[in-house]
């Protein structure tokens, strides 16, 4: 049986739950669209938005909240712009490439790729790295046909154990004799569901070319998830009524069955990753579903329910940093 195989270059830690005050409430703070897009700016949006009263309690723990309040834009806009129009696998991939994250690991089937990012440092990824001992982590997978996912029926526990985005993109491509002929309507697809439609998973109405996919960072980082396995185990607690407790944990994707690790030192030069740049790996201007949520996270967009859609354009990933290049 042939079999292909995907690699990781690194590992993401688990950030750190935040506390904070109940008062006043971050949640309505949250959902509040004019501060939404005040804090683009930096925390001292909350001054146009708080008494004078809750200024003098609470100045001190306004960069705090803004950290919470962007990681709840965050959900909001990881349900709404991905996991809504495009369903639980291409919502996912879209969402973890664009700077939203996911609850799969990065990875890719390309080991050039995967090369880069073990021999450049985030967030610049401008110089390759001199020193120290880099790890590329191989996984094998059987090798898939065109997919023929139902993207609508799946979710974390249900999904396949690899996500390859281009191939969850297949079915949406169309020949074309110019491969920018769909890009208009692939910049405005989020824009015209929220607006004109006005319903989710308009998946008849978005088309793409095998051109737009290669010329975006899906394509150029042959990009792909990893779904790690959750754990369930009983444990017995130390109180005098000796209950048992359900522990929850996320699968070391490291150990699972036919993994390779592979060390190497850094600082040797090779000629073979010329041409895969930060630059190449990140073409935003080019990128067509970089504009589409860049567009949509413009939008004025209130549910039924009340809840708003947080104008955070900042929360999109350029990709890396230019004014921290050495």
Not at 161 to 179: A, G, N, T, Y
Request: proline share 5%; aromatic share 12%; glycine share 6%.
């Amino acid at each position: 049986m042939r079999r292909s195989c995907i690699y990781h270059f690194s590992w993401k830690s688990l950030k750190s739950s935040i506390c904070f005050p109940a008062t006043p409430s971050l949640e309505k703070l949250s959902n509040d669209q004019y501060l939404a897009r005040a804090l683009i700016d930096g925390p001292e949006a909350f001054e146009d938005v708080l008494t004078d009263r809750e200024l003098s309690l609470y100045s001190s723990r306004f960069e705090l909240w803004q950290q919470v309040i962007s990681n709840d834009h965050r959900i909001q806009i990881r349900d709404m712009v991905f996991m809504r129009p495009f369903g639980y696998l291409l919502g996912q991939g879209l969402a973890q490439q664009y700077g939203f994250s996911s609850e799969t690991l990065d990875v890719t089937s390309d080991p050039l790729i995967a090369a880069f990012f073990a021999t450049h440092e985030a967030p610049t990824f401008a110089i390759p790295l001199q020193r120290g001992v880099g790890v590329i982590y191989r996984f094998p997978r059987l090798e898939t046909a065109s997919p023929t996912f139902d993207l609508g029926a799946y979710n974390f526990y249900s999904c396949p154990p690899v996500l390859d985005l281009k191939e969850l993109l297949v079915p949406f491509i169309r020949k074309c004799e110019q491969s920018e002929d769909f890009r208009k309507e692939v910049e405005g697809f989020l824009v015209t569901s929220f607006r004109d439609k006005k319903r989710w998973r308009c998946w008849e109405t978005f088309r793409v070319s095998a051109g737009l996919v290669a010329s975006s960072r899906i394509g150029r980082q042959a990009a792909a998830l990893l779904v790690p396995d959750v754990i369930y185990k009983k444990r017995q607690t130390n109180t005098r009524y000796g209950k048992l407790r359900e522990l929850m944990a996320i699968e070391d994707c490291a150990t699972r069955e036919g993994t390779k690790v592979f060390f190497f030192r850094q600082g040797r030069h090779i000629s073979i990753l010329e041409h895969v740049t930060r630059e190449y790996l990140w073409p935003n201007e080019d990128d067509a579903f970089f504009e589409m949520i860049g567009n949509a996270l413009l939008l004025g967009v209130l549910l039924e329910t009340g809840q708003i859609l947080p104008n955070r354009i900042d929360l999109l990933d350029p990709g890396y940093r230019m004014s921290d290049a050495r």
